[in-house]
């Protein structure tokens, strides 16, 4: 027997304890064990087999970190027809999360207990895959095509009521995994229950499944696993059980081999390998439970929602009453809006708006909160000042933190008199909804100031990605380049609107040109102008077209008009007909021929802009590993998850076509498409960027 599954003879029961930490995956040692277990208790005259899993969770799946590699055998589907074949009933007992491969062994049991509190899914869908151990062939037999296609293609979790609603679970207790499930074992044995397995169930009815196919590709937005799961239950319905198995393998095997399920997997890994850096080894974060929030506006107000509803208390500054009561009544809508969501009930609502925050205009209020967000006007004087009043009314030991998205943290840092107490905390609009959130650790910040930053995101349920100063960070520095790219094209022949078309095939959720229109046209407006005034370098290539949109006053979706026109609505955009003629009268002034632009020509700059100015934001060192940028821009930038971030689809495109593409376009313009040294670095060694990112956490 191996040790990850123990065994017990209890009252002619076999127990079965996995014991796999942290998540009870499935790996193969795992895999083994329940074989063995299940021979051994035949073996041996039990009269009923319960599984349950030890610490956390049941099984929260296959082992992910053994796709890719040779399978090991015994693979879980034999894993899971072993179980169901067992001559005795077989029980299991859920907690935790009992996820993918987790419930096809649940599936596979004959029947099933959870406490409350367990969760159940299929969430293959979410790494490119399907389930793959029978899950796409039992579910639909169990709870009928309907909760099955619902389940298997959303990959959500649900709760152990749900579940025992739709017939997944038969019964749920309170208790002790090993202590529900020994009871009902016990209870199935002297009533004599039979083994019930869901193979020989009758196949389910079916849906008219090419429409179904055709409508979850479409909601999918270019990810292909939601889809060809519908044909695996598809199978479920039309062929006898072993068949329908065999082709569940085909097209589990399918997306098992495709980029897709590549670049998921490595999403998953990079948003749990951001939060682990060797400088916070061992470091403590300071205790975070009263933060103060400065200025009320949109970031505020969602920075100060989003402390709230990860139950911190919440003290927010503003200029005026009547600009505090605003505050007020912005964050009473996003709480409204949780409220309607059912993320909370009205007697928290109530709570968190009534007593756990305090709206206030004096700075004094602040004396007992632990960490401070300044989220006012991006301005250094005004953000200065505003410092200098923190140093007087912070107690010692508080985090002093700024929301700026690309000032110089160690100029504000330095305005104070405890610059190892400031930090940078980068957020996105709306703060309460966006995931990300870049910390960004200046010169002199300490320590543990910095992990109080991620112990912060972590509360707030935030992915936090450690970033170093310079002008935009990680996020907004990488954007300003291959925004760059985009204009260049504009000015060279391509139209905004063939631009935001491509990009959003390739799989962003917006193409550049919409989200300017979202995030106001009056910030990049603002940018330039600051760029200009601080000096373009020499030969840089420069627009004005979008200037002149923003001199009219349209500033995108707040004014209804932008790079598109909003008459019909935010969601039925339609070009704004001002804006070509601007395009052409500047191609005429710069004395620019057009030319046409094919779609793949577009992607291909747009995300060399990306990959090599990326190259430079990790070889200077501010983003500390290439899996750093890419979860930056699938938490912050709409960046499609399935094609894992832009290092990733670098790697998997191959390092030196880029780089060969980055100095053919040098030729023509030296100054925008200078290669990363850190790029040529690689191709110069063969090597590419999940090897740094291998380096790093080696
Ligand atoms: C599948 O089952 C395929 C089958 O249908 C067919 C097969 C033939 N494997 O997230 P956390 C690690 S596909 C390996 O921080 P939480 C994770 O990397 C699978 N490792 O904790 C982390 O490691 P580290 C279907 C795994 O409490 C540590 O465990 N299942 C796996 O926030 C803690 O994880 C899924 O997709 C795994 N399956 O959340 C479930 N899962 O500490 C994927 C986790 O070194 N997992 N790890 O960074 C989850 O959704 C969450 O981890 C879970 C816990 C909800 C379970």
Redesign the pocket.
């Known amino acids: 027997m191996s040790d990850a599954i123990g065994y017990e003879l209890i009252d002619d029961i076999a127990v079965l304890a996995a014991d796999n930490p942290?998540?009870n995956?499935?790996?193969q040692a795992v895999r083994q064990g329940l074989v063995d277990g299940i021979a051994r208790a035949e073996r041996e005259g039990a009269k009923a087999i319960l599984i349950y899993g030890k610490g956390?969770?049941f099984f929260?799946?296959?082992?992910?970190?053994?796709?890719g590699k040779p399978p090991l055998e015994p693979?879980?589907?034999e894993v899971c027809d072993r179980i169901e074949a067992a001559t005795i009933p077989v029980v299991v007992a859920l907690h935790?999360?009992a996820?993918?491969?987790?419930l096809?062994v649940a599936l596979g049991a004959h029947y099933r207990i959870a406490v409350p509190s367990a969760?159940v899914g299929?969430?293959?869908v979410?790494?490119g895959?399907?389930?793959?151990?029978g899950?796409t062939q039992r579910l639909p037999r169990l709870v009928g095509v309907d909760s099955a296609l619902d389940l298997i293609t959303s990959?959500r979790?649900v709760k152990a009521g749900a579940a025992k609603q739709i017939g997944l679970i038969d019964r749920i207790e309170e208790g002790e995994p090993r202590e529900i499930g020994l009871a009902y074992a016990r209870e199935l044995v002297a009533e004599g229950a039979p083994r019930r397995a869901v193979s020989e169930m009758p196949n389910p009815q079916g849906a008219d499944f090419d429409t179904v196919y055709e409508q979850t590709l479409a909601a999918s937005r270019g990810q292909i696993s939601p889809a060809t799961a519908v044909r695996a239950v598809q199978a479920a319905c039309e062929l006898p059980f072993e068949q329908g198995m065999k082709r569940e393998r085909e097209l589990?095997m399918e997306l098992m081999n495709s980029d897709q399920r590549e670049g998921l997997i490595h999403a998953?890994?990079a948003e749990?390998?951001v939060a682990?850096l060797p400088e916070l080894d061992g470091v403590a974060p300071r205790s975070v439970k009263a933060i103060g929030v400065i200025g009320g506006g949109t970031m505020g107000a969602g920075i100060a929602t989003s402390a709230l509803l990860s139950g911190l208390t919440v003290t927010l500054v503003e200029m005026s009453d009547d600009a505090a009561q605003a505050a007020k009544g912005r964050i009473g809508n996003n709480l409204a809006g949780a409220l309607k969501r059912g993320k909370i009930n009205q007697e928290k609502h109530d709570a968190l708006l009534n007593e756990a925050l305090t709206v206030t205009t004096s700075y004094d209020d602040l004396a007992r909160a632990d960490l401070v967000i300044e989220a006012v006007f991006e301005d250094m004087d005004v953000k200065k000042q505003v410092f200098a009043k923190l140093d007087a009314a912070c107690k010692p030991g508080a985090v002093l933190a700024t929301n700026t998205s690309y000032l110089d943290v160690n100029e504000i840092a330095a305005s104070t008199s405890r610059p190892a107490d400031v930090i940078g905390l980068h957020f996105f609009s709306p703060a309460h909804v966006m995931k990300l959130l870049e910390i960004v650790v200046a010169d002199k910040t300490a320590p543990e100031v910095t992990a109080t930053g991620f112990a912060l995101g972590k509360a707030m349920g935030k992915v936090s990605v450690r970033a170093g100063v310079c002008d935009g960070f990680i996020g907004n520095r990488i954007l300003s380049t291959y925004r760059t790219a985009a204009d260049h094209m504009v000015l060279d022949g391509a139209t905004p609107y063939q631009i935001d078309a491509a990009l959003e095939k390739f799989g962003f959720a917006m193409g550049p040109f919409a989200v300017a229109d979202l995030a106001g046209l009056d910030i990049g407006w603002a940018v330039r102008k600051r760029k200009r005034a601080e000096g373009l370098p020499e030969g840089a290539r420069d627009s004005t077209y979008a200037d002149k949109l923003c001199e009219d006053g349209h500033f995108g979706q707040k004014t209804g008009k932008g790079y598109y026109d909003y008459a019909d609505g935010p969601r039925k955009r339609k070009p704004n007909a001002e804006v070509m003629p601007l395009i052409e009268a500047e191609r005429k002034e710069q004395g620019i021929t057009r030319r046409d632009f094919s779609d793949d020509e577009i992607v291909r700059r747009y995300m060399a802009a990306m990959v090599n100015e990326a190259a430079k934001v990790v070889g200077e060192g501010i983003a500390r590993r290439p899996l750093d940028v890419d979860v930056t821009l699938l938490y912050g930038y709409g960046f499609p998850r399935y094609r894992g971030g832009p290092m990733k689809w670098a790697d998997m495109q191959g390092l030196e076509g880029l780089l060969e593409d980055i100095r053919t376009w040098g030729k023509e313009d030296p100054v925008f498409w200078q290669p990363a040294p850190l790029l040529e670095k690689l191709v110069s060694e063969g090597r590419n960027f999940e090897d740094l990112n291998k380096e790093a956490s080696a």
């Not at 296959?62 to 796709?67: C, G, K, L, T, V």
């Not at 996820?99 to 987790?102: D, K, R, S």
């Open positions: 942290p998540v995956a499935l790996g956390r969770t929260a799946g296959a082992d992910i970190r053994e796709f693979g879980l589907p935790g999360t996820l993918g491969g987790g096809e969760r299929l969430p293959e979410h790494l895959i399907l389930p793959g151990a899950g990959g979790h589990f998953f890994f749990r390998a682990r």
